[in-house]
Every structure is written in structure tokens, then in C-alpha cells.
Nanobody, 129 residues
Framework: QVQLVESGGGSVQTGGSLTLSCAAS????????????MGWFRQVPGKEREGVGG???????AAPNYLKGRFTTWRDNFKKTLYLQMNDLKPEDTAIYYC???????????????????WGQGTQVTVSS
């Protein structure tokens, strides 16, 4: 059973930066971390979960146009860890951030939360003005 654990959340002021990490475990046999598509999502109360970044096993990334230049996703397959670098943070970035994984490594529906199977518990990011 794949397990995901996020870390790195916290409180920052507008314009600040944070790097989130997501450590993955539970891969056995021929089940390799690099075979999984990994995604970052965020959610605020009363709103749907929103995709903010994704990356396939080979390192090809995806990001919503409105976040390109501020949010960067990368992964270390050896460490089985996913990262999200967030720069120039704004109050509207305040949310719980989740990492997610799925075995379909193709670059489609990468911001569709329903296409992901495994989820972390989330980490809170709060940006104050």
C-alpha cells in the first residue's frame, strides 16, 4: 500500500517562499516509485481540490498557466520524494496542500483529483498579508 507524507507547510508573509516535500513509501516487488505519476493539489474549505502541479516518472512537469513561474514541481526517484517549490506566495495560496499518486504515468487529466489513487494527509500553508 503506497503511503504519502507531506511536510514543509507553515506560515509565511506575502512574497515569501516555501518548499513542500512528499515522502512516498510502500513500494514492493516490481512496483517502483518512478512508475507513478505524482501530483500536488490544494484545497480550501468549501472549494474543490485544485491541481497545482504534476510530474511523470521521467520528470515531465505540468502546471496551471496561472501558477507557472511561481510554483515548480520536481521529484527525486531515488529518494522517493516529491517537491513543490512555491515562490512569491500570496494570501490566495493559503490552503491545505496534498500530494497524490497514481499508477497511470501518462500526462493527461493531471489536475483531475479523481484520477489519483493515493493521497497524503495534507500540510497547511498560510500566507498572511
Amino acid at each position: 500500500q503506497v503511503q504519502l507524507v507531506e511536510s514543509g507547510g507553515g506560515s509565511v508573509q506575502t512574497g515569501g517562499s516555501l518548499t513542500l516535500s512528499c515522502a512516498a513509501s510502500g513500494f514492493t516487488g516490481r512496483d517502483y516509485y518512478s512508475d507513478y505519476y505524482m501530483g500536488w493539489f490544494r484545497q480550501v474549505p468549501g472549494k474543490e481540490r485544485e491541481g497545482v502541479g504534476g510530474i511523470d516518472g521521467g520528470g515531465r512537469t505540468a502546471a496551471p498557466n496561472y501558477l507557472k513561474g511561481r510554483f515548480t514541481t520536481w521529484r527525486d526517484n531515488f529518494k522517493k520524494t516529491l517537491y513543490l517549490q512555491m515562490n512569491d506566495l500570496k494570501p490566495e495560496d493559503t490552503a491545505i496542500y496534498y500530494c497524490a499518486a497514481r499508477t497511470d504515468n501518462r500526462n493527461y487529466r493531471v489536475f483531475d483529483s479523481s484520477s489519483f489513487t493515493y493521497w497524503g494527509q495534507g500540510t497547511q500553508v498560510t500566507v498572511s498579508s
